[in-house]
């Protein structure tokens, strides 16, 4: 039992949750603070820690399920569960059920405003996966999906969508197309030689990389605006100039002669970035709360 636990977490590499999650705890508290002026509670926090593991679950398990194909003939990706042979695709079938009862059950425990907008959460799930079969814009939609925990941590707890949620949204959604864009990259020939849109297939690893850079220059912009439309301060200002050294630094060591340090500014920079953003917004919207 132990053994299947460790390869459906492997399928959906759980260790990746790192680039969501700390934006979705950003998203409450932003949301929270502005809105009532505190921070959340740690009861919505549990809860949107448990609808982000059901939705990303489930999530990762629909891409894993749609992909299956196209997995087993990348040399990048032949090795994954499914197309391994580790893992049935009935298996596969009934742990995304279950991801999404869990998903489900958490947002009902949230605001009213979040249950509504479930549809439209699921719908972004399922498409994004089906995206890179006609279009290269996949790595926006990518973006799109993965921006709703941070959108989703906000209206959670506030209930409302504001000017500042939708900045947010933007950031992280550029955010995330960007370094997925990079990520892609890796895989540029196998997916011209499958039919398979990508921005690296699709216009070259230089030009792509360019296209990644004007992506990450936004994701700085949207972070920099949120300074004049909510009431952070200088701890939310450090946290900014230090997730732009990151991005900066995540370009510099990732050129078009040399991807060797693909996975270091994909994972390791890009984590670290989340992880950065939300000590540093804590910090800030605590100092205010209590001092």
């Not at 053994?3 to 700390?22: D, G, Q, S």
């Not at 900066?248 to 991807?259: G, M, N, R, S």
Request: aromatic content about 16%; some cysteine; hydrophobic content about 60%.
């Amino acid at each position: 039992m132990f053994k299947k636990i460790k390869i459906f977490l492997e399928m959906i590499k759980i260790e990746h949750t790192l680039f969501a999650l700390p934006f979705a705890f950003m998203g409450a508290m932003l949301g929270s603070y502005v809105v009532y002026g505190h921070l959340p509670t740690w009861q919505q926090i549990v809860w949107i820690l448990v609808a982000m593991v059901g939705a990303r679950s489930a999530a990762m398990g629909l891409n894993r399920l749609i992909d299956r194909t196209f997995d087993g003939k990348n040399p990048r990706t032949m090795m994954r569960a499914i197309p391994a042979g580790l893992l049935r695709s009935g298996e596969v079938i009934i742990f995304i059920v279950i991801s999404l009862v869990v998903f489900f059950w958490a947002v009902t425990q949230l605001s009213p405003l979040a249950f509504k907008l479930l549809p439209i959460a699921l719908f972004m799930l399922i498409i994004y996966s089906f995206t890179k079969r006609f279009t290269w814009l996949c790595h926006v939609v990518l973006g799109m999906t993965i921006a709703l925990a941070p959108l989703g941590g906000w209206v959670a707890v506030a209930g409302r969508i504001d000017w500042a949620a939708i900045v947010f949204y933007i950031a992280i959604t550029f955010w995330t197309a960007g370094f997925d864009v990079i990520y892609a990259c890796d895989d540029a020939e196998f997916d011209r030689k499958e039919g398979l849109h990508s921005i690296p297939s699709r216009f070259g690893i230089p030009r792509a990389l360019k296209i990644a850079q004007g992506f990450h220059v936004i994701t700085a912009a949207g972070l920099i605006s949120l300074l004049f439309i909510t009431d952070l301060g200088w701890w939310y200002i450090a946290g900014v100039i230090i997730a732009c050294a990151i991005l900066f630094y995540e370009h510099y060591i990732v050129t078009p002669k040399d991807l060797s340090r693909l996975q270091t500014a994909f994972f390791t920079m890009n984590g670290a970035l989340s992880i950065i953003m939300f000590v540093f917004t804590l910090v800030d919207l605590a100092v205010k709360q209590w001092w």
